[in-house]
């Protein structure tokens, strides 16, 4: 079984964000940029399948700019066999992406396709939903166990009060929780051998999807400034100041 996993390049989650002077977007001028985490577990993920012997081979699939090549490449450290870059313009919508990826699944032919549950950029949670949609193949979303058993694919769901159990047919499409598993570092040999494997290039165009957005970006604010946080010498001046300036105490 062949596995196609979409990876999004954004900002990496240590970077404090900033906003750019004129509000219009987030700043990326300078800014450190990884691999999205749920989309690095869904490698990892993959990874472990091809490990086990259930999976045959590992492709990742990255739409986006020249840079997103960086990402792919730490998929290829990580253990994919192969990467397909679709150069598009950054920051195409969920459903451009979508698009893209269906387009893919129709050569590729993945018995499972694995996304992140969400971007961590956009916090869009879509795409994967959309993709099963336009291939009209079963989907799993968040999930935290994932078994195939023979033409079956068992999830587990982590949903308000418990666990949730899907049994799918394959092919299927899933996105990865946090829980999932633990990523593995890329050591150095394997971050070398990655600078070999095939990385193939194609565009938006190749594939006959225009990429566009129904979405228009109005304007982005930074959090509001919290004035910093003081020590208090004793129980009794707690008390003090949470009863005559926080006024949170009678
Ligand atoms: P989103 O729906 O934007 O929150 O993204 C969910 C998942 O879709 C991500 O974790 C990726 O697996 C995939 N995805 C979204 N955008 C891209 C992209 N530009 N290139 C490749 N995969 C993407």
């Known amino acids: 079984m062949k596995l196609l996993v979409a990876v999004k390049r954004v900002i990496d989650y ?12 987030v700043d990326l001028a300078n800014v450190k940029m990884a ?24 492709v990742v699939v990255s739409i986006g700019g020249k840079a997103c090549q960086e990402q792919l490449r730490t998929a290829l450290a990580l253990g994919a ?16 992406v979508a698009r893209i990826l269906a387009k893919i699944a129709e ?26 949609a336009l291939l009209n193949r079963p989907q799993a979303t968040f999930a935290s166990e994932v078994k195939v058993e023979g033409e079956h694919l068992l ?8 666990l949730q159990t899907l049994k799918l047919t394959l092919p299927a499409v899933v ?12 050591s150095l040999p394997n971050i070398m051998k990655a600078k070999k494997k095939p990385l193939e290039v194609k565009t938006a165009e190749d594939l006959g999807v225009t990429v566009g957005s129904k979405i228009r970006l109005l304007g982005v604010e930074p959090p509001a400034e919290r004035s910093a946080g003081i020590k208090v010498g004793s129980v009794a001046e707690l008390v003090e100041k949470l009863r005559n300036e926080a006024k949170v105490i009678a």
């Open 35 to 58: 691999l999205n985490p749920f989309c690095e577990i869904a490698v990892e993920e993959a990874v472990r399948l091809k490990e086990q012997g259930v999976a045959s081979e590992v």
């Open 175 to 186: 996105t990865t929780d946090l829980r999932l598993n633990e990523p593995r570092y890329a």
């Open 155 to 162: 999830v587990t769901r982590e949903v308000d009060g418990g």
């Open 107 to 132: 050569t590729e032919q993945p018995g499972l396709i694995l996304l992140g549950k969400q971007a961590i950029d956009s916090d869009n949670n879509q795409t994967g939903q959309m993709l099963a």
């Open 81 to 96: 066999d192969r990467a397909i870059q679709v150069e598009a313009p950054d920051s195409p919508d969920a459903l451009s």
């Open 14 to 25: 240590n970077v404090k964000v900033r906003v750019k002077a004129d509000r219009s977007d």
